[in-house]
């Protein structure tokens, strides 16, 4: 052991963290990368790989600061740089995820994960347009990744041109029927069409395919509400806000019921609140109107 280089040992501490990822582990499995960075303090996939197992653990500022790290040790890491731009997106800062989606472009046009990272900043900033040209330019570098056409499909929603939406899902449902995105936001579509019964036959689609997604269940209980089973309605968007209690469109679905049960002061307590923190939100105005009215 006493001939061990020091490539040998960093490489055996690397591989001792990734195997506690592997476990789902991200605890120990910092501890061993953080061994690996004593003995090498320039070395870029332990860096990478630390910021991996922050993001498990949802310290996105410290996942943020490895990624950083791994590019500053060797800049042409487009792993780091697309998984600190994702980090940046779910932390809110919206432009600097921008900036590390165009780096991706300048240096890599031919990975579809650039074209991704940028559509997604895009559609943060409601540059609808802008969006859909990067998933379209992504798409086409990979046609099989049928998350990418949910992501134009989903862009064509926020327009209210459902009939391209709906056309660019059945192209995703083709590559991929297992893909529970597609799923719930079909069943947004048919909501929006008023056909409730359809949107809760395809967002309990979408939860038989991924059962730990807080936003289905919340929807799945809107729907229910506007199919008048107002109990089994709210009792699905309580168990989303378990999951995820700061589900602004939850809050405002609870609201919803109270308004509908003839609750005046519990629906006021919920809309009134939202029409000044998320004035734009749909449905908000509508039964804030109808609640000031009971």
């Known amino acids: 052991m006493g001939c061990d280089t020091l490539e040998d040992k960093k490489g055996r ?122 998933f379209q330019k992504a798409s086409e570098l990979a046609p099989k990744n049928s998350d990418l056409l949910v992501n134009q499909a989903t862009i064509h929603f926020y327009q209210k041109e459902y009939v391209a939406a709906m056309t660019l899902l059945e192209k995703a449902e083709k590559i991929n029927p297992l893909e529970p995105n597609l799923y719930n936001l079909r069943s947004m579509i048919f909501f929006e069409e008023k056909d409730y019964s359809g949107a809760v036959q395809a967002v309990e689609k979408a939860i038989t395919l991924d059962n730990q997604q807080a936003y289905f269940y919340n929807n799945h209980g809107l729907y229910l509400l506007y199919l008048n089973q107002l109990e089994e309605g709210l009792a ?41 923190s998320h004035p734009e939100m749909e449905l908000v105005q509508e039964y804030l109107t109808k609640a000031r009215a009971l």
């Open 13 to 134: 501490f690397l591989l001792k963290g990734n195997e506690k990822m592997e476990e789902n582990d991200p605890k120990s499995a910092l501890e061993f990368y953080e061994e690996a960075i004593a003995l090498d303090s320039n070395f870029s996939d332990a860096y990478y790989n630390k910021g991996m197992a922050h993001l498990q653990l949802n310290q996105l500022e410290e996942a943020i600061q490895d990624f950083s790290k791994a590019i500053q040790k060797s800049p042409s890491s487009v792993d780091a740089v697309f998984q600190r731009g994702l980090a940046y997106l779910d932390l809110g800062a919206n432009y600097n995820a921008k900036e590390d989606g165009n780096r991706m472009v300048s240096q890599n046009s031919s990975d579809w994960r650039s074209y991704f990272l940028v559509g997604l900043t895009e559609e943060k900033l409601k540059n609808y347009s802008e969006a859909l040209q990067s």
């Open 236 to 276: 699905l968007i309580n168990q989303s806000l378990a999951m995820d209690s700061r589900n602004p469109f939850a809050l405002r679905n609870k609201g919803i019921y109270y308004t509908l049960t003839g609750d005046k002061v519990s629906a006021l307590s919920y809309l009134e609140e939202l029409a000044v």
